[in-house]
T-cell receptor, first 117, second 114 residues
Framework: AQSVTQPDIHITVSEGASLELRCNYS??????LFWYVQSPGQGLQLLLK??????LVQGIKGFEAEFKRSQSSFNLRKPSVHWSDAAEYFC???????????????FGQGTRLTINP | DVKVTQSSRYLVKRTGEKVFLECVQD?????MFWYRQDPGLGLRLIYF???????EKGDIPEGYSVSREKKERFSLILESASTNQTSMYLC?????????????FGQGTRLTVV
């Protein structure tokens, strides 16, 4: 069965420091991978997605992620975090449903990011 | 701006009550989803719908049902609310354009069952 693991439940970094959030997936075929962000009290917003091609994908808000098939990883990075980046981050893999054209997202447990001033 | 709107941000219900959570999307999407979010568990799929009046169970359907009478609206029903259904509920929608389409999420409904 498809699964996503985010090993870090909570990470604290200082403002201006670099960030890397880890994501490992288990999926038999070519994965469709996503990173979403959830600010406090809000729904989920898509940061970036990977389907094929260049393994380094750029997203919104200065985030990027690198797909490494050999490591089954899709880690999220940002060179310099801002206080507004404090949020919860979810990695997800898209898996097809029995109905053609429909997919569901299987999510990791989430990583809560705290920013120190 | 695309939108998925959930009718309530916060709900408090009593054990045994029948509870309706409503979700409306304005993107003409065929697919709609209900997820449940719990700390340390991420989001888990309860039900999804791929067309009007069509529905399929997700990973944790027990204690829930759904209704989709119109394309833009997808309702989650707790037939008899229990305290273990206290959670954040998120609705999402997507187009059936393939596996590379993203899902758009509502802001969530935080349900407390007392």
């Amino acid at each position: 069965a498809q699964s996503v693991t985010q090993p870090d439940i909570h990470i604290t970094v200082s403002e201006g420091a670099s960030l890397e959030l880890r994501c490992n997936y288990s999926y038999g075929a070519t994965p469709y991978l996503f990173w979403y962000v959830q600010s406090p009290g809000q729904g989920l917003q898509l940061l970036l997605k990977y389907f094929s091609g260049d393994t380094l994908v750029q997203g919104i808000k200065g985030f990027e992620a690198e797909f490494k098939r050999s490591q089954s990883s899709f880690n999220l990075r940002k060179p310099s975090v801002h206080w507004s980046d404090a949020a919860e981050y979810f990695c997800a893999v898209g898996t097809p449903l029995i109905i053609q054209g429909a997919q569901k997202l299987v999510f990791g447990q989430g990583t809560r990011l705290t920013i120190n001033p | 701006d695309v939108k998925v709107t959930q009718s309530s941000r916060y709900l408090v219900k009593r054990t045994g009550e029948k509870v309706f959570l409503e979700c409306v999307q304005d993107m003409d999407h065929e697919n709609m989803f209900w997820y449940r979010q719990d700390p340390g568990l991420g989001l888990r799929l309860i039900y999804f719908s791929y067309d009007v009046k069509m529905k399929e169970k997700g990973d944790i359907p027990e204690g829930y049902s759904v209704s989709r009478e119109k394309k833009e609206r997808f309702s989650l029903i707790l037939e008899s609310a229990s305290t273990n259904q206290t959670s954040m509920y998120l609705c999402a929608s997507s187009s059936p354009a393939g596996l590379n389409t993203e899902a758009f999420f509502g802001q969530g409904t935080r349900l407390t069952v007392v």
